[in-house]
């Protein structure tokens, strides 16, 4: 973990912003002989990809990956990771040219604006820059690489609550998740929920979303104590992905109310490995995996980037206002589902890795 | 951030068991120069230490700190660091010699036990071992040397909330914080507690907590993003101490339910620095502190170390119940307090020193 | 440092192989505000491009480089760094393709081939792959943006040896180094040498070389003992040069052959800094920089690709023959003179960042 | 490889100056389960432990090790590591009371003094505080664990050189080591070097030495390219000793005037393994291990603590002359021996846990 690279034996280092040529990712580390091509990249970003629905922002980017390094076919034949860096690229094809002056003068609310030039002395302001979501699809391109690591384990995420709105545990159906354009499991909450996203974004708000995500398949022993626990290293994962506020762990919050004996999970006997009563620890004891799924919850909070007018100060200092022009993503929540998943798959990918390292196992 | 090391440029590495000769901490790469005795840490260890109320475990360590090396007298005649690594240690004195034998056979569900032997093969199982939160006071010792590097940032944290009992915000007191055994600035919520947990005591429970904590004085420009952001490091920070199960930044999961306009904290111009209407972002946007303070809440699960009997499987696989005998901590996140502070001022040492690299602001 | 990262707070990560679409390298942590430009980089490319006299390898590359993301044009019109990754790419455009059959099958004795195929299982083995020399050109242009962090330093490096023939010290004139295709600081050598490497190349042969380099400009202080010292960090730079298999600071192992007082550098008042009255220490002690010139030595091996056959083994383990065809380089090491000042440049900023964050000087 | 923590999974951080009350070293992510015991490591110390003979600084200690975390008794009764932090300390008793007032005025040339001073502005100056080579016994007691992580490696050093005086391999005798005080392999030599390291002794001088380590076991495929590769980190391993100015990987710099038909290691088909006519490159080609002994050569310079007086500047810049009084070591490669067996020890037990890591082979 360091500016721009995550992991430890399972690294990747993003570079990019939302309006150069290109963005792109170098994995490194990934075992060799692994099978892979961009067939096998491309669906995950294509589930991340921007201007799929009205709900999200309109931008339209092909967004296809390329592999330009780490890669060979192998001597059957198939083409495979050789363990040297992946390096994988996207090229930014809609950068719509139009005026930045006032977003170049004046710091959006909320926005990271106005914490980059104190870091930095300046910014690159066009779209946002390094700080716009559009790196998640690096990410995502990344967290594509880490599932051929991890083929033992399978991740889904979903949207549970946009707005105050949550979906009903009653109504849940993972067959669902795919058929609508929110990630939701729920056909009633994905009704509701239209209505909802369409009024926010006439009314040219944003709102907030949570986002849950279950990796079942992990075996008993991965995550490194006491300070590359696995649940820390989620809770990084998930707490930088642009937008998010809060990260639960299984019961996470509700945790905090309950009682010892209300808390326990307990065991039993199971064939190969044992059984649990139920999961509060959302699959983590001690920051290290339990065998059963991980379970965990990410808040995303509405975007910055609104048609409301905002007080807001220039660059130079004085009293401004600014609305956010053109298009806008009216609940950042719902792109964030592939970014979740992709993030839990990259956490989940190093660890099998380190793991395996120290322990043999 | 590695196995049992956390920082970058300020790093430190904890060593030790629960029931071993000592434990300690080996502070790497803090700067030359800063006055520093035994004295000046040992406050934040007392603040920590067990047995102080009936609220707490009774295990009873006077956690006496002491230097092993990285100081000097300067020229000045004052101790100073050297820049050389600083190891501190605290001896263990209060290891009750007791029969382990049930806890070394039994998984205490909830608790690591069943974790470590999947990962490790075995396990020290005396008092939790490597997994007891005795091992917090290691860094509560290295948070008092961050604080040191942090002489313009004020640290303060306190409980808000046990079980389902939240303070009220218009009772807040700062002041109340060091007058009852609970780190509770709402001398009325105290009085409840008092009786709360003195109850959840005596039925042999436990209790889940929050513990909010904010810091002022951090100027604007400390975090490293994309994959070193301020907020995701506290995340890791905090998500690695023991029975944490969620985070929050701000507003955290309440932001979700949100709307843009809501959510925005606009920004008017100050002298010297802008000033900000509200502070929903807890001081840190794009991952970069802002200038605002930061602020996060983190939830303290109950304790799995109960009196209540619970179903669990030995390590040879056979049904079996257990439940702890002896010394217990009803409400665990009390003592919580004085560790999340202690996170706070490692992370933000960290990036003060990160920014002043990169940067040379 | 780890698989294809070097660098703690100036970083960068290279990818790519000998004859994939391209190479390239992000470079992570570069202080923000810094004027820079394709322009300012290719220089060092140009340097280190092969095929620029018979005595190199005739590949014919433009090795032009292409800045892909973290800079931007700043408020004073000047294109300047934004401390956000800096991606550079350099296409691949001269992959001949050859016939690989041979190369595929049989390990070229004292190349990595046979130690690859160990490690990983299989290999692109299409002119080297990843351990081909040709990936030193993104860590050339990686230098070239290091230099831009450290303007006080002059970095001037040079081969002084090659085969048995040593420069005369006598003849030492740094003006010659840019005057004839050995880089090389004695007129009289370069024209013996011109005789010498042309009969090596004549005959299909290779001949090793030592480069020397020197920094001047270093201010005292720079070096993080104990395991980042500033020495140990050059020594695992230059190691890592493909070819490389010694390294020497200052004296080297002459040294070893010293006695204490001939070894000793005086010193004598000076105005700011102190004076020495020699340099036997290469301008580091204790792992910290003096102030004085850092000195160091590398040795190249012959490389191993030659046109005269060697007894190898296939890569099913039987006994086999293998000569290299078609380009060859007669002597590697001359090639190495700016890779070797790209990795100066690379210790250097990356120390002086270090430096600055944990002393603030 | 970080300030004062050396190593990726294996990773070790050392603390501690020449006269604190201990020094010490955290060993962390040493694999569970090694049957471990405070005798097992013991006798690496001894064999580095000084005042054994004249030959040697005239200090004694103890040097004790004492284990204070990380092992437990495992099911089978035999103590055994844990996967936890392994803290080492080491107690300093002789730090004789003498009068600093002189090295703490003047800078002794060639040695770190005049450098910390620079970096961290004053030092602790007693016996050379960190920069002292007292620092090494606690690499040593970490290089004992690591190679409770190797058993199929074998490691033997030996000095090869005193002045300008080698041993001759036709007298190489590896059981000769360990029979006289300068871990000679050869007899005769041994013989010499007593009058000449007692010339230089009573002379209050000091010579340079040449170490050779050789590691027989290493399978081949340890190592991670490109910038962790195994040479590079030997080389920073070896150069980061006390004293250390050159290291050679196999032939190193006689590699340089040597042609490629002559350097090359030619194959041949071997039972499970190929053989190897020559080992030109010492055990290591592209950054990996080949299978063959990994042999390497350090250079150790002559301690810069002489009774010789040198010209020198006080801490405030003023002319003085400065001699070293009391106990000195007239051949600190000597006691370098069992200090780069550890370093090797260290650097391979690391890479074996990576390799596993990345390939889990």
């Given at each position: 973990?360091?500016?721009?690279?995550f992991?430890?034996i399972?690294?990747?280092?993003?570079?990019?912003?939302?309006?150069?040529?290109?963005?792109?990712?170098?994995?490194?580390?990934?075992?060799?002989?692994?099978?892979?091509?961009?067939?096998?990249?491309?669906?995950?970003?294509?589930?991340?990809?921007p201007?799929?629905?009205?709900?999200?922002?309109?931008?339209?980017?092909?967004?296809?990956?390329?592999?330009?390094?780490?890669?060979?076919?192998?001597?059957?034949?198939?083409?495979?990771?050789?363990?040297?860096?992946?390096?994988?690229?996207?090229?930014?094809?809609?950068?719509?040219?139009?005026?930045?002056?006032?977003?170049?003068?004046?710091?959006?609310?909320?926005?990271?604006?106005?914490?980059?030039?104190?870091?930095?002395?300046?910014?690159?302001?066009?779209?946002?820059?390094?700080?716009?979501?559009?790196?998640?699809?690096?990410?995502?391109?990344?967290?594509g690489?880490?599932?051929?690591?991890?083929?033992?384990?399978?991740?889904?995420?979903?949207?549970?609550q946009?707005?105050?709105?949550?979906?009903?545990?009653?109504?849940?159906?993972a067959?669902?998740?795919?058929?609508?354009?929110?990630f939701?499991?729920?056909?009633?909450?994905?009704?509701?929920?239209?209505?909802?996203?369409?009024?926010?974004?006439?009314?040219?708000?944003?709102?907030?979303?949570?986002?849950?995500?279950?990796?079942?398949?992990?075996?008993?022993?991965?995550?490194?104590?006491?300070?590359?626990?696995?649940?820390?290293?989620?809770?990084?994962?998930?707490?930088?992905?642009?937008?998010?506020?809060?990260?639960?762990?299984?019961?996470?919050?509700?945790?905090?109310?309950?009682?010892?004996?209300?808390?326990?999970?307990?065991?039993?006997?199971?064939?190969?490995?044992?059984?649990?009563?139920?999961?509060?620890?959302?699959?983590?004891?001690?920051?290290?995996?339990?065998?059963?799924?991980?379970?965990?919850?990410?808040?995303?909070?509405?975007?910055?980037?609104?048609?409301i007018?905002?007080?807001?100060?220039?660059?130079?200092?004085?009293?401004?206002?600014?609305?956010?022009?053109?298009?806008?993503?009216?609940?950042?929540?719902?792109?964030?589902?592939?970014?979740?998943?992709?993030?839990?798959?990259?956490?989940?990918?190093?660890?099998?890795?380190?793991?395996?390292?120290?322990?043999?196992?």
């Open positions: 973990m360091s500016w721009n690279t992991g430890r399972f690294r990747f280092t993003t570079w990019g912003e939302s309006h150069g040529p290109a963005l792109g990712v170098v994995v490194d580390g990934c075992p060799p002989e692994l099978a892979i091509s961009e067939a096998m990249i491309q669906p995950y970003l294509d589930a991340r990809r201007g799929q629905s009205k709900f999200t922002t309109q931008r339209n980017e092909p967004d296809q990956v390329k592999i330009l390094s780490g890669v060979f076919e192998a001597p059957d034949g198939v083409q495979r990771t050789t363990g040297t860096p992946i390096s994988l690229m996207i090229e930014n094809t809609d950068q719509r040219s139009k005026d930045y002056s006032e977003v170049a003068k004046a710091y959006r609310p909320g926005h990271a604006d106005y914490a980059y030039d104190a870091k930095y002395g300046f910014r690159d302001y066009r779209g946002g820059g390094r700080s716009s979501a559009r790196e998640t699809a690096a990410r995502v391109a990344a967290g690489v880490a599932r051929l690591v991890i083929p033992e384990v399978s991740i889904m995420a979903y949207v549970s946009i707005g105050g709105d949550r979906i009903d545990p009653a109504n849940f159906d067959g669902q998740i795919g058929q609508n354009p929110f939701c499991p729920d056909a009633e909450a994905a009704k509701r929920w239209e209505v909802l996203v369409d009024e926010v974004r006439l009314a040219g708000s944003s709102i907030g979303a949570v986002v849950e995500c279950v990796a079942t398949g992990v075996p008993a022993g991965w995550g490194a104590p006491l300070y590359a626990k696995l649940d820390a290293d989620l809770a990084a994962a998930m707490m930088g992905i642009n937008a998010v506020k809060g990260v639960e762990i299984g019961d996470g919050f509700a945790a905090a109310t309950l009682r010892g004996e209300q808390n326990a999970d307990p065991m039993r006997p199971g064939s190969g490995a044992p059984q649990f009563d139920a999961n509060h620890a959302g699959g983590i004891a001690g920051g290290i995996s339990t065998g059963q799924p991980v379970v965990l919850r990410v808040a995303f909070k509405p975007t910055s980037s609104i048609l007018p905002v007080p807001t100060i220039s660059n130079t200092g004085e009293a401004s206002e600014i609305r956010t022009k053109g298009r806008h993503d009216p609940c950042v929540g719902i792109r964030g589902v592939p970014v979740v998943e992709a993030m839990m798959a990259l956490v989940l990918a190093d660890h099998k890795l380190l793991h395996r390292g120290q322990t043999g196992r």
